[in-house]
């Protein structure tokens, strides 16, 4: 089962940031928080991680709180073409046999509005 | 980087067919991932292999299913005798393990979107 919880759905204004929120309160040590977005009818697209400090790369900013239960990825000018459905995961990531899969839950369906 | 590639991009089949899907990885990566997505739910594990061996495979791989990575390069996703409850996009994965770090992200394919009448 998915170890996240997500809002169903969000509405941001074009050219606003976009704020979506996750909570993951089972969140272990070893477990890193992942984002992808999915547009309609493509694959999932990963957007970023993280396990503890905040993360930024050329499409998003990650926040995680200090005790790590939960965590908002920023999409600090959104655009039409950010309308998507978008994913948080929490992955187990080590030097182990485990093959570290991505559990997806349902996601945040994210609706850029001009 | 050309991406995971997914082949074909829609297939309709009839029940009790059989389908094949191919998906090619981006060229350095030694593991691949099946998954499966229907309507209004997200991605679900299927399958996965490091290299040619095939490590792990979820209770949704019911026998029906078959999957191969012969070299260690492109896989094949087999469903026999097809059901119209496998109608769905099924999705390919790869990525590098282990890397400089252990948590290389997972790169999709854009799948293979199955219907079955």
């Known amino acids: 089962d998915a170890k996240t919880t997500q809002p169903t759905s969000m509405d941001c204004a074009e050219g606003r940031a976009a704020n979506l929120p996750c909570n993951h309160s089972?969140?272990?040590?070893?477990?890193?928080v992942y984002w992808y977005r999915q547009i309609h009818s493509q694959g999932p697209q990963y957007i970023i991680h993280?396990?503890?400090n905040n993360e930024t790369n050329e499409m998003a900013s990650l926040i995680i709180t200090e005790d790590r239960k939960s965590s908002t990825l920023i999409l600090p000018h959104a655009t039409l073409r950010d309308t998507a459905v978008y994913y948080c995961i929490v992955r187990v990531v080590g030097s182990g046999g485990s093959n570290y899969k991505l559990t997806f839950g349902k996601g945040t369906l994210l609706t850029v509005n001009p | 980087d050309t991406g995971v590639s997914q082949d074909p991009r829609h297939k309709i089949t009839k029940r009790g067919q059989n389908v094949t899907f191919r998906c090619d990885p981006i060229s350095e990566h030694n593991r691949l991932y099946w998954y499966r997505q229907t309507l209004g739910q997200g991605p679900e594990f299927l399958t996965y292999f490091q290299n040619e061996a095939q490590l792990e495979k979820s209770r949704l791989l019911s026998d029906r299913f078959s999957a191969e990575r012969p070299k260690g390069s492109f896989s094949t996703l087999e469903i026999q005798r097809t059901e119209q409850g496998d109608s769905a996009m099924y999705l390919c994965a790869s990525s590098l393990f282990p890397k400089e770090a252990y948590n290389s992200p997972l790169h999709f394919g854009n799948g293979t979107r199955l219907t079955v009448t």
């Open positions: 089972t969140i272990s040590g070893n477990e890193y």
């Open positions: 993280g396990l503890k």
